[in-house]
């Protein structure tokens, strides 16, 4: 471990530029996951399992995931710009290849 950020705060590496996330997709995926849990936890109701605290809990989850879609696209949010892969410059020289 090293020691000389904590005494010099100077040394630090500067902080990482923040990732441009789309904030529908992460909600989409996450109500998602609470509907297929709620779906399970139905199944083992039907089948005589004693899990109403987790229905309610995936329940409220999907409540909450919906809302929070729903509070995105009134906001009207622009999803994040695709990033463009550049392409490497080509060689302009001549490589020769020694048999």
Same mark, same amino acid.
């Given at each position: 471990? !090293?020691? *000389? +950020?904590? #005494?010099?705060?100077?040394?630090? !590496?500067?902080?990482?530029? +923040? ?5 529908? !997709?992460?909600?989409? #995926?996450? $109500? &998602?996951?609470? #509907? ?11 089948? &005589?399992?004693?899990?109403? %605290?987790?229905? #309610? ?7 909450? &995931? ?7 696209? +009134?906001?009207?949010? %622009? %999803?994040?710009? $695709?990033? $463009? ?6 060689? $302009?020289? *001549? ?5």
């Amino acid at each position: 471990m !090293k020691f *000389a +950020p904590l #005494i010099d705060p100077a040394v630090r !590496k500067p902080a990482p530029k +923040p990732v441009r996330v789309d904030l529908r !997709k992460v909600f989409a #995926i996450g $109500t &998602g996951l609470w #509907i297929v849990a709620l779906i399970v936890v139905l199944i083992l109701l039907a089948v &005589g399992y004693s899990v109403m %605290p987790l229905v #309610i809990m995936c329940v409220a989850g999907v409540i909450i &995931g919906l809302l929070l879609l729903g509070i995105l696209r +009134p906001l009207g949010l %622009p %999803p994040p710009r $695709t990033v $463009t892969q550049h392409k490497l410059p080509l060689m $302009t020289g *001549a490589v020769s290849v020694a048999d």
